[in-house]
């Protein structure tokens, strides 16, 4: 394993989650960085991405001005600050890392995937 994603769990609507993802092996300094989630009966979709820098960030938009992507400049560590959470926000959360080193919302652009974390929103 890679990519080790955490921090989920039961909240309820407003409250607020931090989500970790630790990278084992090896780092991901030169790499984006970017978190997905799925939902049951859904498709995986797009969160957020970092720059491999993190001086570029990406949003879904219906998770702008709630969540934060952030990361360390170890190149080990890249985080998801979820704010005033909905209950449309419960997923499996994934933590990706990109092939490339600028922020992308592409999912194919990803070649290490974390196993996932669950968030769950009652209302």
């Known amino acids: 394993v890679q990519l080790q994603a955490s921090g989920g769990g039961l909240v309820q609507a407003g409250g607020s989650l931090r989500l970790s993802c630790a990278a084992s092996r090896r780092t991901f300094s030169n790499n984006a960085m970017g978190w997905f989630r799925q939902a049951p009966g859904k498709e995986r979709e797009f969160v957020a991405a970092i720059s491999w820098r993190g001086g570029s960030t990406l949003y879904t938009d219906s998770v702008k001005g709630r969540f934060?992507?952030?990361?360390?400049?170890?190149?080990?560590?890249?985080?998801?600050?979820?704010?005033?959470?909905?209950?449309?926000d419960t997923a499996v959360y994934y933590c990706a890392a990109a092939r490339i080193s600028m922020a992308t919302m592409r999912n194919r652009l990803y070649d290490y995937w974390g196993q996932g974390t669950l968030v769950t929103v009652s209302s």
Request: glycine residues 4%; aromatic residues 4%; hydrophobic residues 30%.
């Open 68 to 88: 934060t992507i952030s990361r360390d400049s170890a190149g080990k560590t890249v985080y998801l600050q979820m704010n005033s959470l909905k209950p449309e």
